[in-house]
Structures are given as structure tokens and as C-alpha cells.
């Protein structure tokens, strides 16, 4: 009686693991489109001081630590933004571009859209806002901001992180 009880229980545990392993194996339910992150300089030195090759460089770190923040999920499948290449230069900047992300993400096959803004208020002042929206309709999904301060724009990927998991994270979608 003593073994078969014992072998029960092992069945039982085997169950358990097949049943995690099999969950943690789901496909990813929802298509996003995660577009480059763009800088928006509003400082005095904006119109002396050009965006360089560290800024250009944190930028992209940033748009990836949001992607990777959306892979970690397990929800979401990163569609790539490059084949819009020419729809996103003929927007411009998406931050002024009236919601334009929505029918570019939707044409390449995503049902969401991320854009991010990182506004420079002075050297050691940041604003980063992360947007997402819904592909098909434009609607405001989610919306995340945080004032970084005290940090140059190597804190940009830091922050992109922070915005995605305390902002962002509770307002997506899971289905």
C-alpha cells in the first residue's frame, strides 16, 4: 500500500512538471510592432548641440530593452518595423505624426504598436514617455512616463526598462 501511494504521488508531481513545461511552451498571443525610439531635444542647447552617435546609440538600447521587456512575457511576438522603412520616413518623426504608428504597424502584421520619446530637458534631465496602441484602431493601450534625472543618456535603457515594467506592463493586453 506504502508503494503505491508513493508512485501516486511521483505520477502526480510528473503531471505537474508536463502541465508547467507545456504552459511555459504556449505561443505568444499578440504581434507587436515596436518602433525606434526617438529623441525630442528641448533643451537651451538644442539647436547647438546635435544628436550624436551615444545618443543615437542609447536610443536604440532603449527600443531593445522595451522589446526585451515584451519577449521576457512570454505574450508577445516582436514584429520587425524595418520593411516600413519608407512609410516611416515619409511620417517623419512618429511623435508628430498624428497616430500614423497605428495603420504602419497594422500593415506589417502587428495588432499592437510601442512608440517611444525621450525628451532632453538639459544634460542631466530626461523624459522618457512609452505609447502603445492598437493596431487596427489607434487606440491608447497603454501609456508610461517617468522624469529621469541626475543621469546622462546611458540611463535611457535603465529607464525604458523601468517605464516598461511599472507603467506599461499592467495595462497590455494577454490575449
Known amino acids: 500500500m506504502g508503494q503505491q501511494h508513493r508512485f501516486s504521488t511521483i505520477s502526480l508531481a510528473g503531471i505537474f512538471v508536463l502541465a508547467a513545461i507545456g504552459g511555459a511552451a504556449a505561443e505568444p498571443s499578440k504581434d507587436i510592432v515596436v518602433f525606434d525610439f526617438e529623441m525630442m531635444d528641448s533643451s537651451a542647447a538644442a539647436g547647438i548641440i546635435p544628436q550624436d552617435a ?10 531593445q530593452a522595451a522589446k526585451d521587456f515584451l519577449l521576457s512575457t512570454g505574450r508577445y511576438r516582436i514584429v520587425d518595423a524595418k520593411p516600413a522603412a519608407g512609410d516611416l520616413a515619409k511620417a517623419g518623426a512618429l511623435r508628430d505624426c498624428k497616430g500614423c504608428e497605428a495603420p504602419i504597424a497594422e500593415k506589417l502584421g502587428g495588432q499592437l504598436a510601442v512608440t517611444g520619446v525621450v525628451n532632453r530637458v538639459s544634460r542631466t534631465e530626461y523624459e522618457m ?13 497603454a501609456l508610461g512616463y517617468s522624469g ?10 535603465r529607464g525604458a526598462k523601468w517605464v516598461m515594467e511599472r507603467r506599461i506592463a499592467g495595462s497590455l493586453p494577454s490575449k
Open 148 to 157: 529621469l534625472r541626475m543621469g546622462a543618456n546611458y540611463s535611457w535603457p
Open 129 to 141: 514617455l512609452i505609447r502603445v496602441v492598437d493596431a487596427g484602431t489607434g487606440a491608447p493601450v
Open 54 to 63: 551615444r545618443d543615437t546609440q542609447y536610443l536604440q538600447e532603449s527600443t
